[in-house]
């Protein structure tokens, strides 16, 4: 993707998403912006270019494409048509009926899985899908996200794996 190309991307993300305000963040921070995600991922066409902008930042060695619940599988999902790697969805927790799975999309014991996320602030909801991924017989090799909203460089305390963004948010005019 060209740097002109990114550029507009990042202005368009922009442009569909930012919503200004005031509004309590999942981590329980205070923000005068929100990136309303659903936004961007409900645009087709907007998605599969985002999709094409993240897909160079999956490892080479990753097997599996895990979309958390509920933002990180549409990204997911599009990254995986692009790329053609498999994708599996992470709830939030175990389902109480079917199969009483936490992770979705067939097995992923004994893989290379990169976590697909939408937008990360602390990455809270990253290190608990973590955990299931684990538990489920993973192994994490990145987390890949669209737009990284935290401080300095993307990296979640507690998870020992490389954070890759797409874009930082002060990256989104």
């Known amino acids: 993707m060209s740097e002109s190309d990114r550029k507009a991307l990042a202005a368009d993300i922009s442009a569909a998403s930012r919503l200004r305000g005031t509004f309590t ?19 087709p066409a907007l998605l599969a270019r985002l999709a094409a902008a993240m897909a160079p930042l ?30 599996a969805f992470v709830r939030k927790q175990a389902k109480t009926y079917g199969t009483c799975l936490a992770v979705e999309g067939g097995a992923v014991a004994g893989l290379k899985v990169a976590m697909i996320e939408d937008v990360i602030s602390t990455g809270g909801a990253v290190v608990d899908a973590a955990r299931l ?21 993307p990296a979640i305390p507690g998870l020992d794996v490389p954070v890759r963004a797409a874009f930082r948010m002060a990256e989104l005019p």
């Open 58 to 87: 999956v490892p080479a060695e990753a097997q599996v494409l895990a979309g958390l619940e509920l933002g990180g599988v549409p990204i997911a999902t599009a990254i995986s048509l692009h790329t053609g790697l498999r994708a």
């Open 25 to 43: 963040l999942r981590s329980g921070q205070v923000s005068d912006q929100y990136f309303d995600k659903y936004r961007f991922e409900a645009d």
């Open 133 to 153: 991924l684990r538990e489920a017989g993973a192994e994490i090799v990145a987390v890949v996200c669209a737009i990284w909203r935290g401080a300095g460089e």
